[in-house]
């Protein structure tokens, strides 16, 4: 893959759209919709995750984008937790959870891989640009760790 021109190529961005309707999925069929308190909370976690992701991509700067992934980080793990609440009140089923769960965890690593990758990186952000250079990362050299 070549040059990531916007936030919609990245997959941690599409990671976190996928969990965002993972959860809207959940309010249409469970009963989740009627706990408003939860799921006005999760519905702002997951979107966090996304939200952060795109905002730190358009700062046009490494560190700002590197702050605000720590941010996306957080709000995924405040999802996760919030996903136990939903299997203790029985919104969801074991299976259901172990599989949001699983999807969470690998976006929260793959997360975490793209901000070590940014701190390994010479590029330090489209404001920092001088001829010649790429705006943005490449994503060839990008492998991340999901250990």
Known sequence: M??????????????????SSDFDLLVETTLLAKD?????QMNASSGSVMDCIAEGFERSGNNEFKNLLVIAKGSNG???????????????????????????????????????????????????????????PQTSNFKPETK
């Open 2 to 19: 070549g040059t990531i021109n916007r936030f919609e190529d990245l997959e941690i961005w599409q990671l976190a759209m996928s969990q």
């Open 78 to 136: 405040e999802f996760r937790s919030q996903l136990y609440r939903c299997l203790s009140r029985n919104y969801i089923t074991k299976e259901k959870f172990d599989e949001l769960y699983s999807k969470n965890e690998i976006l929260g690593k793959k997360i975490m891989a793209f901000i070590k990758y940014l701190q390994k990186t010479e590029f330090k952000g489209q404001r920092y640009k001088t001829e010649g250079t790429s705006i943005q």
């Open 36 to 40: 408003f308190e939860l799921r006005n």
